[in-house]
Structures are given as C-alpha cells and as structure tokens.
C-alpha cells in the first residue's frame, strides 16, 4: 500500500511539467475600432469595348484603372496590438490563377477565355504600376504589402485587363469582387474583417478570330508498322502518315499562325516530335512533321497564341471562311543505333490570329 500510494505524486509532478512544457497558443491582440473603416474599394473597366484580333501585338487591353481613382483610402482606424513590430497590411486576389504572368504579375481568369487581370496592392505611399516594395502585385496567396504600425492604415489597389497568352474569344468581362486587403499579425488569428476589392462596369470583346472544326481537335495519324532497315542513318525518315486541319468561320485579312507544342516535353524546341515513353517504348526515333505546302520542317515551341511565340508557323493572311492546313508526320532516325518498339508520340497545336 505504501508504495503503491507514494507513486501518485511522482505521475502527478510529471504531468504538471508536462503541461508547463506545453506551447501557450498565440492569442489574438490586434483590433481596430474602425474595422474596416471602408468595407469595399470599387475600380471600374475603364472602356466598354474592345475590338480586337484573337492574338494582339499588345497583351494589354487596357490601361491601368485604380481605387480610388487618386491617392488612397482609409482602410482601418483606432488600431491597438501588443505585438506592433509583427504587424502587416496584406493583400491577395480570390480569382482563379492561369499559371501565367507579365511584368511579374501573375495573370487570373476572367471567365473570357484570352482574357485575364493583374492586379496590384498598394499602401497611402505608393501610385506606381510598376510592381515594387510596397506595391506589390497580388498573388493568390496572402501578399505583404508593408510591414510596420500605425493606429490607422490606409490603402489603394490597381487592376489592368491583360491578354492571358491564349486565343481571345468574343465575350463579356464583368467580375465584382476579385481580392481583399487586411492587416494581420503574422501567425495569429484575429477578428479583423478584409476590405473588399471589386472591379465593376462589363467589357464587351469582339475578336476576330477561326475556329477549329470538330474534325480537327482531335487527330489521329497511322503511321503504320516500319522496319528499322528501311532506315539509311541518322536524319532518314520512312512511314509515315498525312493529316489537315481545317479551320472555319474565319475573319477576313488575319494573318493565321500556328504553333505545335510536344505533348511529351513541352519544353523542347527542336524539329523532332518525341516518343510516348514507356517500357516497350523504340529507341533511337522520333516524328518529324512536314507541311505539305512547302515542306518546311515544323519545329516545336510553347501552347501559346502570343505573336512571335518560338516554333510559330506562318500560314498567310485568311481570304476565305475555310482554309486547309495540310502535313506529314514520318519516323525520323535520330540516333545511330535503333530499338524496336511503339512509336507512339503527341502533339497539341495552338492557333494565333495576328
């Protein structure tokens, strides 16, 4: 009994040391008695239309619109915090992301297919465009504005209607709430409540553009069962199948280009297609695509309609509805040794209407 009772204290103290050990959570202890002292800042589309080509030498399709239109708000007012050096005002864009950027921009979907929005953060000491320490561009993650304290903050915000890469199609810009901009102490949660930041006002886009048939968006070449004799070295090409793309619907006087990305790499740039890999892939080949109008080899380059994109195959200027691109695809020998196998590969292309 004795030994049995004098064990108690012993799990007792370790348990009260443990506990002691323990992290206290971080409690909240920035407020604002103003939160916010204006809810939202409203920018407006600065034009209502725009009539453009599907791939315009510009990627910007408008200017600059900003909220306020000059100078800056007051954001939050009669702020306290026991914790002022770890204070920041932040902000983030609530859009979708398209992976791309411009001037250090991340561009966000509008929902117009071609058409996107950068946009940038700002506190009271900065009007600049240009992404910077204290203007940043706003990414989908919470972005540091400036760090710092003050019982009041104050802010502004900048968007601009961008050309994402893609084709534009014809349709209506109108987005409302795109991001918000808040203080915050990092890595504790407080009640503070975000300013709103909308873009308001429609724009209308006409482009002048083709459109694929359905045939075309997704072709299959037989390019039939070769012998590696029929082989002669490296650069030979046996096999082989013809293809055409068909375009309809299209814009008179556009000048048509098109670039053919490698499904398997899309980072090469090179005139050989790659193969599918794969354990029973062939070694020592790839596809080589021709067109038929004037030979020329088609060389591979990024899923982009930007005028001037690398591997961009020019096609002329469009007289017709309908105009036929036609092309080859063969085996090419591209190693000394070859080993039988499938030869399988996969290529996109992306249309640019310059």
């Known amino acids: 009994m004795n030994a049995s009772t004098g064990s108690h204290p012993l799990w007792l103290i370790v348990l009260a040391l443990l506990a002691s050990m323990l992290p206290t959570p971080a409690s909240a ?4 008695t103003q939160n916010p002292v204006t809810p ?8 209502t239309t725009i009539n453009t080509v599907g791939s315009p030498n510009s990627r910007y399709l408008t200017a600059w619109f900003d909220a306020p239109a000059t100078g800056y708000v007051a954001a939050y007012d009669g702020c306290t915090s026991n914790n002022t050096g770890n204070i920041q005002l932040q902000g983030r864009v609530i859009l979708p992301p398209t992976g791309r950027s411009i001037d250090g921009f991340p561009i966000f979907a509008t929902g117009v297919p071609g058409v996107g929005i950068i946009v ?12 910077a320490a204290r203007a940043p561009a706003l990414g989908p993650d919470w ?3 400036v760090q710092g304290w003050s019982v009041f903050w104050h802010t502004s915000f900048g968007a601009r209607l961008v050309n994402t890469g893609d084709t534009i ?13 808040r203080i915050a102490e990092t890595g504790v ?4 409540v975000p300013v709103n930041l909308v873009v308001s006002g429609s724009l209308s886009i006409t482009s002048r553009t083709c459109s694929v048939s359905t045939a075309s968006r997704n072709i299959a070449v037989a390019m ?3 012998n590696r004799g029929a082989f002669t070295g490296v650069g030979s090409t046996a096999g082989g199948g013809n293809f055409t793309v068909r375009l309809e619907n299209c814009s008179t006087g556009l000048n048509l280009f098109m670039t053919f990305t490698d499904g398997n790499n899309p980072a090469n740039t090179s005139d050989v297609l790659s193969l599918t890999p794969g354990t029973t892939a062939a070694k020592g080949i790839g596809i080589r695509i021709t067109r038929q109008d004037n030979s020329q080899v088609v060389s591979y380059g990024p899923d982009l309609a930007l005028p001037g994109n690398p591997g961009q195959l020019s096609f002329g ?14 085996y090419v020998q591209t190693q000394s040794f070859i080993a039988g196998g499938t030869a399988n590969a996969l290529a996109t292309i992306t249309m640019s209407y310059q």
């Open 224 to 226: 039939g069962t070769i």
């Open 29 to 32: 202890t920035l407020a604002c």
């Open 120 to 131: 940038q953060g700002r506190d009271r000491d900065t009007s600049s465009h240009v992404a």
């Open 40 to 47: 939202s800042l409203t920018a407006t589309i600065p034009v």
């Open 169 to 181: 199609v014809n349709g209506t810009v109108t987005l409302g709430k795109i991001g918000e901009i």
């Open 189 to 192: 949660t407080n009640a503070i």
């Open 143 to 145: 972005t540091t504005i």
């Open 317 to 330: 200027t469009t007289t017709a509805a309908t105009r036929d691109l036609a092309f080859k695809a063969a």
